[in-house]
């Protein structure tokens, strides 16, 4: 079973479109994050989300509007796409209580913005 | 400069060879992780090493963490073709909160 898991893996779509990348966690884990990963391999921290409620919210343009419906959810909605989103949006999820456990990444979704 | 600079940034050795990666960082940190992806997929953790912790072993994995020189290393012993990935260390802070930062990575090349 895929502990944590990313739809779509890949999208390519036009300037100017409302997209949204989803991510589930099946184990149990009470935080969950988006990180994007740039052209360089540099990953950045997104948004951070503990047992729903958002705890990280980093300099990040208001088009990308995270949601958590549960604590195993955390969607990621992007309005109005710009080449420069143009990245891999990695999701994943850690236990913050007690502290000092790794994160659990899903595979990524490559977002190609044309 | 950003937190968590590794270097080398490219390293390229014979199978059965050793491979050290370090990292520095700049903030006061709560633990150090490193990393590794393979080329199209997502990261996966390799090991994690406390504050109060100075060496830990995985395997053929041996990590060491400096905290007076905010450097951390990364060893991988005997190294096979499969090692091949990129390796990034990522720190959680003392005040971060919830967050990993990562450095830029060393992308290792294990030549057969």
């Known amino acids: 079973d895929t502990a944590v898991s990313q739809t779509p893996k890949y999208l390519v779509t036009q300037m100017g479109n409302d997209k949204s990348i989803k991510c589930e966690q099946n184990l149990g884990h009470d935080t969950m994050y988006w990180y994007k990963q740039d052209s360089k391999k540099f990953l950045k921290i997104m948004f951070s989300y503990n047992n729903k409620e958002l705890i990280i919210n980093e300099t990040v343009p208001n088009r990308f509007s995270p949601k958590s419906p549960d604590k195993a959810h955390l969607n990621l909605h992007i309005n109005s796409l710009e080449l420069g989103d143009s990245a891999v949006y990695f999701c994943?999820?850690?236990?913050?209580?007690?502290?000092?456990?790794?994160?659990?990444f899903g595979s990524g979704t490559r977002l190609t913005v044309v | 400069s950003q937190q968590g600079e590794e270097d080398p940034q490219a390293l390229s050795i014979q199978e059965g060879e050793n491979a050290t990666m370090n990292c520095s960082y700049k903030?006061?940190?709560?633990?150090l992780q490193w990393y590794r992806q393979n080329s199209g997929r997502g990261l996966v953790h390799l090991i994690l090493i406390r504050s109060n912790e100075r060496e830990k072993h995985s395997g053929r994995l041996r990590v060491t963490l400096d905290t007076s020189k905010k450097s951390s290393s990364l060893l991988i012993t005997a190294s096979r073709a499969a090692d091949t990935a990129s390796y990034f260390c990522?720190?959680?802070?003392?005040?971060?909160?919830?967050?990993?930062?990562f450095g830029e990575g060393t992308q290792l090349t294990v030549n057969p």
């Open positions: 903030t006061s940190i709560n633990n």
């Open positions: 994943a999820s850690s236990q913050l209580r007690p502290p000092g456990y790794g994160y659990t």
């Open positions: 990522a720190t959680e802070g003392e005040t971060s909160g919830s967050r990993l930062t």
